[in-house]
């Protein structure tokens, strides 16, 4: 079976070792073996892209002021 990279890190490890592997339902983590449903792992990216974006925004206005 083919593992596809996740773009978010483990919620679990913070390692960026998420994989959905063909046939299987579960996203696992192959650092910590951290398991997350879809549906989890979809909220923790939305949070975690929320989170990279506030960051930038923070940074950016740093670095205007």
């Not at 919620?11 to 996203?27: N, V």
């Not at 979809?42 to 892209?49: E, G, I, P, S, T």
């Amino acid at each position: 079976p083919h593992r596809h990279p996740q773009a978010a890190p483990c919620p679990e490890c913070d390692t960026f070792a998420l994989t959905r592997t063909d046939g299987h339902w579960h996203i696992t983590c192959h650092a910590c073996g951290h398991t997350l449903e879809p549906e989890e792992y979809d909220q923790h990216a939305a949070d975690f892209l929320h989170t990279l974006q506030a960051q930038q925004a923070a940074t950016q206005d740093d670095a205007a002021a």
